[in-house]
């Protein structure tokens, strides 16, 4: 990770001397619901430390840790990170009573201190970290779903990703006896895909990208950054302090991404008052919004959400599932043989790939080995409830970790 045990151990020093003045609070919060009678009965889990809770615990890989803890305590259990109650689901039937059971009460997000949306006060009109679910978030995820995720519009979209992919080929096809780094091909790729699907633009080239990895290297920062340990997060009463600079770098990093969207922002803007009537031109992701009187800074963090949504993610799946590839010879073998008994010419069309059911597998199996979101993001219970006769209280962070639960896969 970008932020080393080092910087932590240096940022912690001044957040240890206000501790001292904070202890008795904290303590004091910490004390009543052990104390009390009626305390609720929490999922199990191991014992927490004062102040810290199991945060230390937690390592720097947290989803193999929680992955071992559900071996212990079974499919729901609970950790105290600093103040924060954090409730773990590790099974299908805990996901399924709180995503699907009382998906009202755990529909709302744990938004951490570093994200854009939370200190630009627009975390209401997020698409993927939104408080509460409101009617602003109800309206946008209605229009990403007619724009972007229906089968409608992903079939439309089908020729842009063939070409996109296509170009990949090519220019991997230039660098024929080369090395060539998979990860920032492929990131080009992908995002070249979503920046034509949102705003019909292409912002980087495979020659840049697989040289220098300009955004791909913004949008890794952007990952670090957030996956980052924050006190601000543990302890909120100190996200005024921002001790690790966290905050300073996510603002640095927003403030890049938006000076690349701006003037495209400005320029579709000029171009709408011109041809207002003009209904005959095909709409994208931005004219939706701009027609929608979003602002600047909002199209901003929605472009910028979705677009790390879908890179990285995509990119690091695709270079874990070659790396697999290559370290298993015989399955490399086995996948090629069937590209060439399926695939009867040069171009790879997506009605091709149902048929392809061995590499389908193999994808699988390395998305399950190296899941690029292995906890996914942080709901949050917006009011207190019960879950497998456990006490969830209001405003806990709930987390999924089934990915690595042996019962579900086989």
């Known amino acids: 990770?970008?932020?080393?045990?080092?910087?932590?151990?240096?940022?912690?020093?001044?957040?240890?001397?206000?501790?001292?003045?904070?202890?008795?609070?904290?303590?004091?919060?910490l004390k009543t619901p052990f104390?009390?009678?009626?305390?609720?009965?929490?999922?199990?889990?191991?014992?927490?430390?004062?102040?810290?809770?199991?945060?230390?615990?937690?390592?720097?890989?947290?989803?193999?840790?929680?992955a071992n803890l559900a071996?212990?305590?079974?499919?729901?259990?609970?950790?105290?990170?600093?103040?924060?109650?954090?409730?773990?689901?590790s099974s299908q039937e805990a996901a399924a009573e709180i995503l699907k059971t009382q998906d009202r009460v755990f529909s709302g997000r744990?938004?951490?201190?570093?994200?854009?949306?939370?200190?630009?006060?627009?975390?209401?009109?997020?698409?993927?970290?939104n408080g509460e679910v409101n009617d602003e978030f109800k309206f946008l995820r209605a229009n990403c779903q007619t724009i972007l995720f229906s089968n409608?519009?992903?079939l439309s979209q089908s020729c842009l990703r063939e070409k996109k992919a296509m170009d990949m080929v090519r220019f991997i096809r230039t660098k024929e006896g080369e090395v060539i780094n998979v990860k920032e091909i492929t990131f080009a790729a992908v995002f070249s895909m979503l920046t034509n699907i949102l705003m019909s633009r292409d912002l980087v080239n495979f020659e840049l990208e697989s040289v220098e990895g300009g955004m791909s290297e913004v949008i890794r920062?952007?990952?670090?950054?957030?996956?980052?340990?924050?006190?601000?997060?543990?302890?909120?009463?100190?996200?005024?302090?921002?001790?690790?600079?966290?905050?300073?770098?996510?603002?640095?990093?927003?403030?890049?991404?938006?000076?690349?969207?701006?003037p495209i922002i400005k320029e579709r803007r000029e171009r709408k008052?011109?041809?207002?009537?003009?209904?005959?031109?095909?709409?994208?992701?931005?004219?939706?919004?701009?027609?929608?009187?979003?602002?600047?800074?909002?199209?901003?963090?929605?472009?910028?959400?979705l677009l790390v949504a879908g890179t990285d993610t995509s990119s690091s799946a695709i270079e874990w599932s070659m790396a697999e590839l290559m370290k298993s010879p015989e399955y490399m073998k086995k996948a090629q043989e069937e590209l060439k008994n399926e695939i009867n010419q040069d171009v790879i069309q997506e009605s091709d790939l149902p048929r392809l059911k061995f590499l389908h597998a193999c994808l699988k199996e390395s998305m399950r080995l190296h899941p690029p979101g292995p906890l996914l993001l942080p709901h949050r219970a917006i009011d207190s409830c019960q879950v497998m006769n456990y006490s969830i209280p209001k405003n806990s962070q709930v987390l999924f970790a089934k990915g690595s639960a042996p019962t579900s896969h086989s």
């Open 152 to 154: 409608k519009a992903i």
């Open 35 to 66: 104390s009390s009678r009626s305390a609720p009965r929490l999922p199990p889990g191991p014992y927490a430390w004062p102040i810290l809770g199991n945060a230390l615990q937690m390592g720097r890989n947290p989803h193999v840790t929680l």
């Open 273 to 305: 008052m011109i041809d207002e009537d003009d209904a005959s031109s095909q709409q994208d992701f931005l004219d939706i919004l701009i027609r929608n009187g979003s602002t600047d800074e909002h199209i901003n963090i929605l472009l910028l959400e």
């Open 110 to 129: 744990f938004v951490p201190d570093v994200i854009p949306a939370k200190w630009l006060g627009l975390e209401n009109l997020s698409l993927g970290w």
């Open 221 to 262: 920062n952007i990952f670090e950054v957030g996956a980052a340990p924050n006190i601000s997060d543990l302890f909120p009463v100190l996200a005024p302090f921002d001790l690790q600079n966290l905050r300073k770098k996510s603002k640095e990093l927003y403030l890049r991404c938006s000076a690349m969207f701006e």
């Open 1 to 29: 990770m970008a932020i080393m045990v080092t910087e932590i151990s240096s940022n912690l020093f001044i957040p240890a001397l206000l501790f001292l003045s904070l202890i008795y609070l904290i303590a004091k919060q």
């Open 71 to 89: 071996k212990i305590y079974g499919p729901l259990f609970s950790v105290r990170l600093g103040s924060q109650l954090v409730v773990v689901a």
